[in-house]
């Protein structure tokens, strides 16, 4: 397969249909490629009791608000991807599927996109693959002793795989709180929880509409001028879910310090003390999944794409939506994804117009 488009998107999540949505309101030629053979992104892959943060209301892209799921205040994952499903249909994006991008050359006037299905050219390109695929694992000592399962979050789905077991859960952000709680709430599991410093949990009653103000405030701040508001991190490490709130209040949810090393049969923390432990889940964060990206030779410090907005400070032909607040406040999330793929869409159409 080949194909010729004036903008390429690279991923089909939710950054992907965001700046589709945005590109195809100003009537650009474009095409979507999407590693994965259904809609939904990485909400497809995520863990049985996983749930948003904010109401559906307050977690809808641009042009179509998520519809409540019933019984539900806060919606699960898979009514996410039934949302992200009708989402494309709704607006007839031209998603193919599966593509897998390789690499982003540079070609004269366009950008060359090389795949597992053929060569497209483009005047412009989105990369929008997000970071579930390229999970962060720590340099921790012993880690290739250990003799037990090591995984990361993206391989969690539920307790009752580790029933019976002592389960160490690694992690003081929101993925390793839920998952620490899915754990403790479930007959059989012994778990232990660390993290590197005490959890700091946000108020009871603060969720992703707060997250989200306080991401904008801080981009705003900085775009001015003015003192650093410290944006969500200032608020917390973990957002109190219900069921997150409920092992916690009832006592199940404790952090131990980190420990500093494997074992073959567990962990051992600074002062000698030991803990047995048949798994490990490493809740450990992503990095900004770019490879596609080296040909162009953007890279700067932390791995990251220097960039003005969403454009590549390197190559105004290339743009990066939903990495995280340096591509944007809340990029990362559904319902921050939706303005700086607008600005981006605007951008793009003043390039291709010149």
């Known amino acids: 397969m080949t194909g010729q488009t004036d903008v390429l998107v690279i991923g089909g999540g939710q950054a992907g249909l965001a700046i589709g949505y945005h590109l195809r309101r100003r009537r650009l030629d474009l095409a979507i490629l999407d590693a994965q053979d259904a809609p939904g992104g990485a909400w497809r892959h995520t863990w049985d009791s996983l749930h948003l943060f904010s109401p559906a209301a307050y977690s809808s892209l641009p042009g179509r608000l998520m519809p409540t799921q019933p019984g539900r205040e806060y919606p699960d994952a898979g009514h996410v991807v039934e949302y992200l499903n009708d989402y494309e249909q709704r607006y007839e994006l031209p998603i193919h599927r599966p593509v897998r991008v390789r690499r982003v050359h540079r070609d004269g006037d366009r950008l060359r996109v090389e795949t597992d299905k053929g060569i497209w050219s483009a005047r412009a390109v989105v990369s929008a693959t997000g970071t579930w695929w390229r999970p962060f694992l720590p340099a921790t000592p012993g880690r290739h002793v250990f003799a037990g399962r090591q995984l990361h979050t993206t391989c969690y789905r539920r307790p009752s795989d580790f029933a019976g077991q002592r389960v160490v859960v690694v992690g003081g952000g929101n993925s390793g709180a839920q998952i620490a709680a899915d754990l403790a709430t479930h007959d059989g599991v012994d778990l232990t929880w660390v993290t ?5 949990f946000l108020a009871d009653d603060i969720d992703g509409r707060a997250l989200f103000d306080a991401a904008t405030a801080r981009r705003r701040a900085l775009d001015e001028g003015r003192t650093d508001t410290g944006g969500v991190t200032s608020l917390g490490d973990i957002v109190a879910v219900p069921p997150v709130r409920g092992a916690r209040d009832t006592g199940l949810l404790k952090a131990s310090p980190m420990f500093t090393r494997l074992t073959a049969g567990g962990i051992e923390w600074a002062d000698g003390t030991r803990a047995a432990a048949d798994a490990v889940i490493w809740c450990t964060g992503f990095r900004p999944a770019l490879s596609h990206l080296a040909p162009l030779g953007l890279r700067g410090s932390r791995g990251h794409i220097p960039t003005h907005g ?22 990362a999330t559904l319902i921050g994804v939706g303005r700086p793929a607008r600005d981006a869409a605007a951008e793009i159409a003043g390039l291709l117009s010149r």
């Open 196 to 200: 590197r410093r005490p959890p700091r």
């Open 310 to 331: 969403t454009r590549a400070t390197g190559e105004p032909r290339l743009h990066l939506l939903g990495y995280g607040d340096w591509t944007g406040p809340a990029s």
